[in-house]
């Protein structure tokens, strides 16, 4: 899977809201949310979430395990570095 978009607005959603380590990391319903108010259409959750997952298999996104059973996720190190290549090159 190449970074689209949507990968790229989840990748800055997740930077800009401080999801940067376990304890700061967001649901994928809050990502959903953020990416429609930041979006030009609306996403399904389930869009939203396989784009999430697919980015937590490629290393971009990690996720941990909160206690009511919802993953938290959180851009890693490697998303950051690959987010700034991105935006630099627009």
Do not use: C, H
């Not at 990391?25 to 869009?47: K, Q």
């Not at 937590?56 to 395990?65: A, C, E, F, N, Q």
């Amino acid at each position: 899977m190449e970074i689209d978009k949507v990968s790229l607005l989840i990748l800055s959603i997740l930077q800009e809201s401080n999801a940067t380590r376990p304890g700061t990391g967001m649901t994928l319903r809050e990502i959903a949310n953020e990416v429609n108010l930041s979006a030009d259409r609306t996403y399904a959750l389930i869009t939203v979430s396989r784009k999430v997952w697919a980015m937590r298999d490629m290393g971009y996104v990690t996720s941990k395990l909160k206690t009511n059973k919802a993953d938290m996720f959180y851009i890693s190190a490697k998303g950051k570095e690959i987010r700034e290549v991105l935006l630099s090159e627009e």
